[in-house]
């Protein structure tokens, strides 16, 4: 039989933790102040800057390891995640460029880069909600050049062009959609509705912005007089655009459009009463 080596005497063996605590302690005293030091020296948006870039570059990588993750939920959460993270990329660019002391003294330049970058991020992950993204920015992008940032919205006081551009460059994103569908995703498969989301945002800015030029014309001011030839056309030009996406939804056999289509055509004919009786 074995013996059994004798217990050590003077006390535990354990050790203190004092000097542990210390260490944490003075670490997290010197990271402090290195934080600190940075903001003395650059400012908080180069802290923003940082924070927002690494956050989007690790939503990229860890949304589009979830995305390629084969059948089920993954690739879905992967694909909100890579959404998200071209939201924060975007929020980078403001970021930059305030700690830069705004080199790009208009919104019009970040709302362009943002733009540029979400379809890069849009094609490059296959993913068609950066893709959507990317449509609601372009269209920002012409409201705020047209004179007023929230003129994409229906309802909302843009500018004397917003809803014009808006309108001009609506067919243009359906055209992209018959380019995506007839030539692009023969080149290349993955790009699932993207053909989708062009013929839908160009459709349906399309419509919004005519149907607020029926209202109010190219004017700054939303409320005006309406007895105008221009409001007439901007009539005739919101019953054609309404007939043309019911057209559209009967050729692609998409009840979607034939709904929204319809919808329109309602408000376009509700509208035109409620002018003759106010």
């Known amino acids: 039989m074995t013996k059994k080596a004798p217990a050590k005497k003077g006390g535990t063996s354990r050790k203190d933790p004092t000097a542990q605590y210390i260490i944490i302690l003075g670490g997290v005293v010197v990271a402090l102040g290195l934080v600190s030091l940075v903001l003395d020296l650059f400012g908080r948006w180069f802290f923003t800057s940082i924070i927002l870039t690494v956050l989007a570059l690790g939503g990229i990588i860890w949304g589009n390891r979830l995305y390629d993750d084969g059948d089920g939920p993954s690739p879905v959460f992967g694909g909100v995640v890579i959404f998200i993270a071209a939201i924060l990329f975007g929020l980078d660019i403001v970021s930059i460029n305030k700690m830069f002391g705004e080199p790009l ?3 019009s330049y970040i709302l362009f880069i943002a733009t540029a970058l979400y379809f890069v991020l849009a094609y ?31 309802f909302v006081r843009g500018g004397v062009n917003s809803h014009t551009y808006i309108a001009l460059a609506s067919p243009l994103v359906i055209l992209a959609g018959f380019i995506q569908e007839k030539f692009i995703n023969a080149l290349k498969k993955g790009f699932d509705y993207f053909e989708r989301v062009y013929y839908f945002m160009g459709f349906l800015f399309l419509n919004t912005s005519l149907w607020m030029l029926s209202l109010f014309g190219r004017d700054l001011e939303l409320f005006r007089s309406r007895d105008t030839m221009e409001l007439i056309l901007f009539t005739g030009l919101f019953f054609l655009a309404n007939i043309a996406t019911i057209v559209f939804g009967g050729i692609k056999k998409d009840r979607s459009f034939v709904t929204f289509g319809a919808i329109f055509l309602t408000l376009n004919i509700l509208t ?5 009786f106010f």
């Open 105 to 107: 003294p208009s919104v």
């Open 272 to 276: 035109r009463f409620t002018d003759l």
């Open 124 to 154: 490059f992950f296959a993913n068609h909600l950066v893709l959507i993204l990317a449509v609601i920015s372009f269209f920002a992008y012409l409201a705020y050049i047209g004179g007023g940032f929230w003129g994409w919205l229906p």
